[in-house]
């Protein structure tokens, strides 16, 4: 019965070492665009899979290398910290899944697998060490950006993805590495991360945050179409009214900056999403 226990404890903490929130929405997500682009019930399955074990080998790599961060820290929320798993067991972790990963990357074909590997590589890259220098946001927009091409070399003939997929998630990226990092800035610099925004500042990167993210709601509305329609006009119009009430309440609410950023990138996910069809090129 104890052994059982510890087990289930162990299990719980890798669960909660994995960046379960980012780990699930980035594989759904990838998931979602490759039944949308044509991949087939076997091929979907595949890129759920290696998608998910290359976002748990990356969660897992980051708290194994922060731990003696997050317990300077006191980071409570950290299973390492709190001692519900060991630093050792997250790290075996980390590279059982990118030794999974690697197979079922490849499973999709090797461009495809050699795609999706060339974004798992720059996410385990910041977690090694670029984070902390001015180049931290590269890693996302590789990370990011591949995603697109991982999806379409895998469909029959590998067509290349289109360019305004690519640009987009790189773009989304982006913006999702500096509203990720934004709440945290000052806690960053205390701990002697300086990546570029830690560099910038929370006032820059508050201002900053939109601007990527825009960028990418407008090559989604207009990308695929070639034409500005009433459909993609309504979908920047509406990620630009977000933005700036993000900008304008973030004296009074501090969040709100983030809150938009967030809502701003979901509505670039669904229209990437509805676009599934023709990330071809």
Not at 68 to 90: E, F, H, L, N, Y
Not at 229 to 248: H, Q, T, Y
Request: net charge positive; proline share 6%.
């Amino acid at each position: 019965m104890g052994q059982a226990v510890s087990a289930v404890r162990v299990l719980g903490g890798l669960a909660g070492s994995c960046h379960p929130g980012p780990t699930a929405a980035v594989t759904v997500l990838v998931t979602v665009l490759a039944v949308a682009s044509g991949r087939d019930a076997a091929g979907c399955a595949l890129v759920a899979a290696a998608v998910l074990t290359g976002q748990l080998s990356i969660g897992w790599c980051n708290d194994a290398v922060d731990a003696d961060r997050d317990a300077a820290a006191g980071r409570a929320d950290k299973p390492i910290v709190t001692g519900v798993v060991s630093t050792r067991a997250v790290r075996g972790a980390a590279l059982v899944a990118l030794a999974l990963c690697v197979p079922l990357s490849l499973a999709s074909g090797l461009p495809a697998g050699s795609a999706h590997l060339a974004g798992v590589g720059a996410a385990w890259a910041y977690d090694l060490g670029v984070k902390a220098t001015v180049l931290s946001w590269l890693p996302y927009a590789v990370g990011f950006g591949v995603l697109p091409a991982f999806v379409t070399l895998g469909l029959p003939g590998r067509p290349w993805p289109a360019w305004w997929a690519v640009m987009a998630a790189a773009l989304l990226g982006v913006g999702a590495h500096l509203a990720n990092v934004l709440p945290d800035i000052q806690a960053d610099l205390a701990a002697g991360v300086r990546g570029l925004p830690q560099r910038l500042g929370r006032v820059l990167v508050s201002a900053l945050v939109p601007l990527p993210l825009l960028a990418a709601t407008a090559l989604l509305a207009f990308g695929p179409y070639g034409e500005a329609g009433a459909a993609a006009w309504g979908a920047l119009l509406s990620a630009s009214a977000v933005a700036a009430a993000g900008l304008l309440l973030s004296g009074r609410v501090p969040k709100a900056p983030f809150a938009a950023a967030i809502v701003v990138a979901a509505i670039d996910v669904a229209l990437l999403v509805a676009n599934g069809a023709r990330l071809t090129a």
